[in-house]
């Protein structure tokens, strides 16, 4: 059956529009134009007799609540957003199968994934929805049970290790109970706005039953925060949530939302907030310590590539920003089935260095041109200080991580030549809080590396990830967009596609073709290609058609050159949650 003939089976089924209507208007139609030109009538008419819409919309889903769920366990999960039911959903690395009743979804989550987030898209021939993540943890679930707005009222949690979905749906304040013994140090953490999303600045307290705040944090995993408060006497403590705006604006007021979703872990237990080092090999990851709070001491955890063989194809990618990370770095995942705690590690071409020893100013650490230093500024006014050998004319990119990678250190980077003279000195670069030195050398020696913090603070959590690397010839590619619809019989739709070309000069880098990859029957793409100068070096545009069945699944776009190397790279999606992608979602419609 053809768009058309279902349209008018729909009109003719629909108990909304009265029969004799139909009959009068819509009878003897026999071409697509005599059916629209009714139909007008019809929409007309459907301002006082509503009715379904011509053609079926693509989904919307704006987020699913609960926003995640304990390894190896099944979870039902309600889809807000618009659609028709049943949908048909993509969630890579997890089951997620509709039930009979409308929005609800049972997910299934295997207990092997290393992974602590997928994602949950809904489709249908029409397009698809826009990607909503979906979080895996480590402990025992349930939900927040109002009314719990005051410390009297707080919600009791009984179990050492849980994590608690909530809603902060009426700009409210949500409490939680917990019994601490003297000397127990209670983690409690956030997620919300910085990996789900949310529009909420949350703001996390302990506070006594008379409601005397005990413990505070605001900011931590970004927008996010994380507090561990050690109980000085048995007794029971109230964990307070409430959030402001994520945009700040003029007001002064909490904030909420249906769409203010959150996920609020408490324990007594181990929690791990990052790896050390904080990057491992690529080609060897093998294992990482871990940091946190309640940890037992030489833990170690194996590294996986996250998401391993089930999202092998669907990986988040770090976003290629300013801060010029490789694009051939890959995520980790450092955990164990066994263990209730796990994190992200960044696995890396360059040599891997665990630097625990306070530099001696006299003698700064030699590294190699391609390594990666995980360090620590313990003590305030700290400095660290490293040599790196140059030659006359050698392009250095050196960076200097630690808020990017959520962690406290708000770091300075600068570089020294080997006279002494300062070359280059950053403190934040672009957007982040982050830095980056691109220099070309302009004599040939050792240069000096001091790492120190803007503040002059230090303190355990202040570790950072110190990179050093030659600039090479390489290329990037971004898309605007994450999805598109190729419809039938109409002029092709358009990709356009980012193009940025790395080293110096640009040109070293020759042109580069570009098409789409792993296209269905019946959709055909066109070839570009990005010449060294000129409007196509930094944009070109691809165009797709269709004429053939309908379709709805991931594409890749991949670009290729030859000059001065064989060099091979996928288009990367826009931005989302401090992730990127390497698929697009197409749908192809059906033909007529």
């Not at 349930?142 to 050492?160: C, K, M």
């Not at 237990?269 to 001491?297: E, F, K, M, Q, R």
């Not at 590539?305 to 290629?320: I, K, M, T």
Request: overall charge neutral; charged content about 20%; aromatic content about 6%.
């Amino acid at each position: 059956m053809n768009r058309t003939d279902r349209t008018y089976a729909s009109y003719k089924s629909c108990s909304c529009v009265p029969k004799f209507y139909l009959r009068e208007h819509l009878k003897g139609a026999t071409t697509l134009a005599k059916i629209l030109r009714r139909l007008f009538v019809v929409c007309c008419f459907a301002t006082i007799f509503p009715v379904g819409n011509v053609w079926s919309a693509p989904p919307t889903l704006t987020n699913v609540f609960p926003a995640g769920g304990q390894r190896g366990s099944k979870v039902i999960v309600t889809c807000a957003g618009s659609f028709a039911w049943p949908a048909k959903v993509w969630s890579p690395g997890i089951d997620a199968i509709p039930t009979a009743e409308s929005g609800k979804l049972e997910v299934s989550i295997p207990v092997d994934l290393p992974a602590d987030r997928v994602w949950i898209r809904l489709c249908n021939s029409e397009g698809a929805s826009a990607l909503q993540p979906f979080l895996i943890g480590n402990f025992k679930e349930l939900n927040e049970v109002e009314p719990n707005d005051r410390p009297r009222d707080a919600q009791v949690i009984a179990d050492s290790e849980m994590t608690i979905n909530g809603a902060l749906k009426d700009a409210d304040v949500d409490c939680f109970a917990v019994t601490l013994k003297a000397g127990q140090t209670l983690v409690a953490a956030v997620d919300a706005n910085t990996r789900l999303g949310s529009p909420m600045d949350a703001v996390l307290q302990v506070v006594s039953q008379g409601g005397i705040v005990i413990a505070e944090n605001h900011d931590d995993l970004g927008l996010d925060p994380r507090l561990a408060f050690t109980a000085t006497a048995p007794g029971t403590y109230i964990v307070r949530l409430f959030a402001f705006p994520a945009a700040p604006d003029a007001s002064i007021r909490f904030n909420g939302g249906v769409n203010h979703i959150y996920r609020l872990t408490l324990t007594t237990g181990p929690y791990v907030t990052h790896s050390i080092p904080l990057s491992t090999s690529l080609n060897d990851p093998a294992s990482v310590a871990v940091a946190g709070w309640n940890l037992p001491a030489d833990l170690k955890l194996n590294v996986l590539p996250l998401g391993g063989p089930r999202l092998a194809d669907y990986q988040e990618y770090e976003v290629l920003d300013e801060l010029r990370r490789s694009s051939i770095a890959r995520i980790g995942f450092a955990f164990s089935p066994d263990l209730s705690f796990a994190t992200r590690v960044r696995m890396t071409s360059q040599a891997v260095i665990d630097n625990h020893v306070i530099s001696d100013p006299k003698k700064p650490l030699p590294i190699p041109l391609s390594s990666s230093v995980t360090g620590c500024l313990k003590s305030p006014r700290q400095a660290d200080r490293y040599s790196i050998s140059l030659e006359k004319g050698q392009q250095a990119l050196i960076s200097i991580e630690s808020r990017s990678l959520h962690l406290p250190l708000d770091p300075v980077l600068l570089l020294a030549s080997p006279d002494g003279t300062v070359v280059a000195e950053v403190d934040d670069t672009g957007s982040t809080r982050d830095g980056l030195i691109a220099h070309t050398a302009a004599q040939t020696g050792d240069y000096q590396l001091t790492v120190s913090d803007r503040f002059r603070q230090g303190g355990d959590r202040d570790w950072y990830l110190l990179t050093v690397r030659l600039e090479q010839p390489d290329f990037e590619i971004s898309t605007t967009s994450d999805a598109i619809i190729v419809a039938p019989d109409k002029p092709a739709e358009i990709i356009t596609l980012k193009v940025q070309r790395r080293g110096t000069p640009a040109e070293a880098v020759g042109p580069i073709t570009i098409q789409a990859t792993g296209l269905p029957d019946g959709v055909v793409s066109s070839v570009a290609t990005s010449e060294t100068t000129g409007p196509t070096a930094t944009e070109v545009k691809l165009t797709l058609s269709t004429n053939g069945p309908a379709f709805s699944g991931p594409i890749r776009i991949i670009g290729k050159a030859i000059q001065p190397k064989e060099i091979e790279r996928f288009a990367r999606t826009p931005s989302k949650l401090g992730v990127t992608f390497q698929t697009i979602w197409l749908t192809a419609l059906e033909k007529p």
